[in-house]
């Protein structure tokens, strides 16, 4: 029987691209209609961002760990957290977490080595993009990375939490990725993150300037694969 997913969401955009993904992918490995369990989790946003707005990752940790004994408690096997950002909180809570958890960064990294990428533009919100999250998991494969400037930060992060994060998908948002998108493609990139779980509902191969690595649904596949086990995928 596959393994029961545990999800720790945030935001609820993201959270529920992430929960559809594994829902209806998992057919292709379990049969019609068919996927793991899976069970979800979530504290309002208005938690996580009152700490996140006073650079309080101590507390965004014990916001995930509620949320993992939760999950625990009711049989998950191992959780996921489709949110990027969050993913800054998750050194304070490994230690401690009565479930494993998969890491979204690590998760893109590999997929971007796989795909014989070398230099990763990074997006997602301003707290993510200026962190180590995605630096340290791209270093570790042999990765270089670009950042957005200063001020395409503050942009895109405004996007994000007064549009993206609130279900609006807005056509100059879109544009306005895509510029900051080939902005990296011109400083080297080869291949561009994105780091926040809603960009990929307006962000896609389709119409980026470079290669995506959309690491919402590359956290759900590799939830996924964890889920059905090897002998399952080798079916």
Not at 85 to 90: F, G, M, P, S, V
């Amino acid at each position: 029987m596959a393994g029961h997913i545990g999800i720790v969401a945030c935001s609820a955009e993201g959270a529920a691209l992430c929960y559809r993904t594994i829902c209806v992918e998992g057919a292709a490995l379990l049969g019609p209609h068919a996927h793991p369990e899976v069970s979800m989790h979530t504290h309002s946003l208005a938690d996580y961002m009152a700490a996140i707005y006073r650079g309080d990752w101590a507390a965004v940790g014990e916001i995930m760990l509620d949320s993992a004994g939760k999950l625990a408690r009711i049989g998950a096997d191992f959780v996921i957290c489709p949110d990027n950002t969050i993913h800054q909180a998750l050194p304070h809570v490994q230690a401690r977490s009565p479930l494993p958890w998969l890491h979204i960064a690590e998760v893109a990294a590999g997929h971007a080595a796989e795909r014989g990428f070398h230099r990763i533009g990074l997006t997602g919100t301003k707290w993510l993009v200026e962190s180590d999250v995605y630096p340290d998991k791209l270093a570790a494969r042999g990765l270089a990375f670009e950042r957005p400037t200063a001020a395409e930060r503050e942009e895109c992060n405004r996007i994000i939490m007064d549009e993206l994060v609130q279900s609006r998908f807005e056509p100059p948002s879109v544009a306005y990725f895509q510029q900051v998108i080939g902005g990296l493609k011109e400083r080297g990139c080869d291949a561009v993150v994105l780091g926040c779980t809603e960009i990929p509902l307006i962000i896609g191969d389709g119409n980026s300037p470079l290669p995506t690595l959309d690491s919402t649904r590359l956290l759900a596949r590799a939830a996924l694969r964890r889920a059905v086990g090897d002998e399952a995928l080798a079916a």
